[in-house]
Nanobody
């Protein structure tokens, strides 16, 4: 079993910045790849950003240039820095590691 603990959600003004963090309780088979998803009630969960074990990153088109995913392997933690927040970014953000999900953290962008 792996526990994922997320933090950093909250209310931010449009154009503002916010950083989410997610710490996993242990590492499976040397895998350090992690990802952030988001979901609006009634919609499918979508991949926002991912970082592979080798450090390769991928982003949802709508967040490219605004969001940055990074990782601190010593702390088993992944971060999602979100700049220039837009109202469409309002969602519940979930951290994923292998087949495990965090509990989700609400991010609301106020216009």
């Amino acid at each position: 079993q792996v526990q994922l603990v997320e933090s950093g959600g909250g209310l931010v003004q449009a154009g503002g910045s916010l950083t989410l963090s997610c710490t996993r309780s242990r590492t499976i088979l040397g895998i350090s790849a992690m990802a952030w998803y988001r979901q609006i009630p009634g919609d499918q969960r979508e991949l926002v950003a991912s970082i592979a074990t080798n450090g390769t990153t991928k982003y949802l088109d709508s967040v490219k240039g605004r969001f940055t995913i990074t990782r601190d392997d010593a702390k088993n933690t992944v971060f999602l820095q979100m700049n220039n927040r837009q109202s469409d970014d309002t969602s519940v953000y979930f951290c994923k590691y292998c087949n495990y999900w965090g509990q989700g953290t609400q991010v609301t962008v106020a216009s």
